[in-house]
């Protein structure tokens, strides 16, 4: 057993919190989209980028903090 490598079980609980942040998720690319031609730099979807990512820890928060040693 001590010879196995950990696995990082935050990847996996990221991964079945996903689903569940569509919404988020679907207003960033909307924003990608929105501001693929913009050549000055000014517009970014750090805001919707940021959201979605939120959504997802505040998901994953409860079921990985119990699990940490």
């Known amino acids: ?3 196995e490598e950990p696995t ?8 079945s919190c ?3 942040c569509v919404k988020p998720l679907l207003e960033y690319q909307a924003c990608v989209k929105r501001i693929e031609g ?3 730099g000014h517009k970014h979807c750090t805001g919707q980028y940021f959201d ?3 959504c997802v ?4 928060a409860p079921k990985l903090f119990p699990k940490l040693k």
Request: hydrophobic share 20%.
């Open 1 to 3: 057993m001590a010879d």
């Open 8 to 15: 990082d079980q935050k990847k996996y609980f990221e991964e």
């Open 18 to 20: 996903k689903p569940k």
């Open 38 to 40: 913009d050549e000055s």
């Open 52 to 54: 979605y990512w939120s």
């Open 57 to 60: 820890d505040k998901c994953v």
